[in-house]
DNA sequence: CACGGCAAAAGCATTC
DNA sequence: GAATGCTTTTGCCGTG
């Protein structure tokens, strides 16, 4: 038979899991950070600016769409404030 | 013979292989959040409610970290402040 | 009459403005961060090790956090989980 | 007489006045950032795109040449790589 | 389905 | 120049 005991046991056994899942997932995502921040030292070892490696990153990795829309507000904006 | 231009290709080559390393790392990552928000949908699914889940686990995160800070002059401060 | 040059110079006031205010709000956080640097010194000059210093601020920051998400879900998953 | 207890008691009151010096500070950047995101949704409201002026923001605080400098790099790798 | 709030991540500055 | 912490940005989720 079923009592409220072991239905708590069976959802502790269960929540416990749902969170050990979550924080496994956690770790495997610290060791990307890990080996993308020994990657970007590399590249900086072998003279690359990582700043600017990241931003073409972040620049590749958005839809050509979103540069043109978000540069011509940008261009809007600037001649609005009289700027260069 | 290593002229500008070789040279400028071989630079084009290595610039490639670390951009494309880390645009790897990047989708990796995408990959493991999107593990975790299926996870978290199927805690939902099984009744636990995720904010509160994902409170415990950063809770289970900082845990460690308050017993890192215990050096004598933090509970020399601590006392003298009147801090647990 | 209303033309799109007037329209235009008003939206560049306008523009401007709100670009302004943040900009002068901006200033007055940087005031602050130079007034808090300020004040770190003269505690390492009257001898107290600010890193400590920061990591007590840090710890009174997050105390009332603590109490904040004493709410009785969290405090069955808690309890579930073992967690005091 | 300064005894032991006194100089500590001392110690405590200058600790103390550190801390809340600190944290007040800390408390002004706060509303600082609240009314700075009050502005921001202000002039989303009034129409504007918050992001693009943000960015505009961050272009004039830097000095013109770095912007130079980093666009001339940045010229340089996208070509490499065959951007446009 | 747009909006605002919230938590995670990235980038940045500052420290030693 | 490594490492820490802070600020900013980004994505996510619940809500009107």
Redesign the pocket.
């Known amino acids: 038979m079923t009592n409220t005991v072991d239905a708590y046991a069976v959802s502790a056994d269960e929540l416990r899991a749902f969170i050990e899942r979550a924080e496994q997932i956690?770790a495997e995502?610290r060791d990307l950070?890990e080996i993308?921040k020994e990657l970007m030292?590399e590249a900086k070892g072998r003279g690359y600016e990582t700043?600017v490696l990241?931003k073409i990153?972040?620049l590749r990795?958005r839809k050509p769409d979103d540069v043109t829309i978000g540069t011509a507000v940008m261009e809007m904006y600037k001649a609005a404030l009289g700027m260069a």
Do not use: L, V
């Open positions: 956690g995502k950070s993308e030292a700043k990241r990153i972040a990795k």
